[in-house]
């Protein structure tokens, strides 16, 4: 059985999960939830603390660079309009202490307690969460089909495509030909899309990013220079 607490080291503020299915300790920091450490069941907190120290160094790093990404955030607002694709963001509140998340019909609606302030981290994680499903939805429908008028358009052949909540690439293509494209595709414009998507389509020829790989995207793309370096401003996970 999964057990999840909040913990404090020295300063350091935690959550710990300890769980039967995990064999070994691991360390994460995350934008929203902060420092996570999961574990077997039958470590010790001691065991648990003796790693943070071995590790705070790298812990304080990672802080850093996420504060850095936070700080690049999208800030939901009331009264401050945010659309997707296909989605508009709505958000009320109730009187009650929870937070409902729901996406249906062309809205995100995001419902939270009346005596909170939308600017609580909880309720901005919420509402990004509803805006990454809105994002899956989307992708779901848009993605696939884009790659299928792409492969035909220029002459490729590819086994399924499969979205994925990737965060730490925008795509890939197997040895099989099978491309996976990340949800997050859909917070860049059009021409970054279908660059992604021609970039994994081209792998289904050139297996690695060799000279012919690239003279192959440059022909299709026709500037993967100036395109690389557009992508590149963007971060999956920041918005």
Known sequence: M???VQKTFDTLQFRLIRSPRYRCMTISVKPVEGVVVTCPASVSDQEVYKVLQEKSQWIQRQ??????????FTRFEEGREYRTRAHRLIT??????????TVAKGIIKVIYPEFARISDPKIQAAIRKGVEEAWRIEAKSWLPVRTKQLAMKFGFRYGKVTVRDSRTRWGSCSWDNNISLSLHLMMLPDHLIDYVILHELVHTVHKNH???FWQMLDTITGGVRK??????SYQIGIY
């Open 92 to 101: 009320e509140t109730h009187n009650k202490p929870t937070i409902r998340i």
């Open 210 to 212: 060799g000279k012919g």
């Open 227 to 232: 395109l690389e370096k557009e992508i590149d």
């Open 63 to 72: 802080s850093v660079r996420i504060a850095n990404w936070k700080s690049h």
């Open 2 to 4: 999964e057990q999840s």
